[in-house]
Nanobody
Framework: QVQLVESGGGLVQPGGSLRLSCVAT????????MGWYRQAPGQQRELVAG???????NYADSVKGRFTISRDNAKNTVYLQMNSLKPEDTAVYFC???????????WGKGTLVTVSS
């Protein structure tokens, strides 16, 4: 059974930093594209950043230059380093894994990030 468990969310002041982690079990991590999505209250879930099995990366325009996604295949873990956080970054952040062979998506339960003074 696939499980994605996020951690690292919390309350941070504007301009601060957080590092999210997502540990994946029950899947072949190397053949999954990993991504971070977020959903703010009353809004649709949106892609924040993605990283391929070959470590190609893509980012939403709103986070470019501030967020960095990385993965450690030996630890089955994907990270999201978030710097220069803004109040509009407040959301529940979800980890996603997409199998490149089957296109099957798996989701974590999310971790809340609140940016507020």
């Amino acid at each position: 059974q696939v499980q994605l468990v996020e951690s690292g969310g919390g309350l941070v002041q504007p301009g601060g930093s957080l590092r999210l982690s997502c540990v994946a079990t029950g899947l072949d991590f190397r053949i999954n594209v990993m991504g971070w999505y977020r959903q703010a209250p009353g809004q649709q879930r949106e892609l924040v950043a993605g990283i391929g099995s070959g470590s190609s990366r893509n980012y939403a325009d709103s986070v470019k230059g501030r967020f960095t996604i990385s993965r450690d295949n030996a630890k089955n873990t994907v990270y999201l380093q978030m710097n220069s956080l803004k109040p509009e970054d407040t959301a529940v952040y979800f980890c996603n894994a997409r199998n490149i062979l089957t296109d099957i998506d798996s989701w974590g339960k999310g971790t809340l990030v609140t940016v507020s003074s």
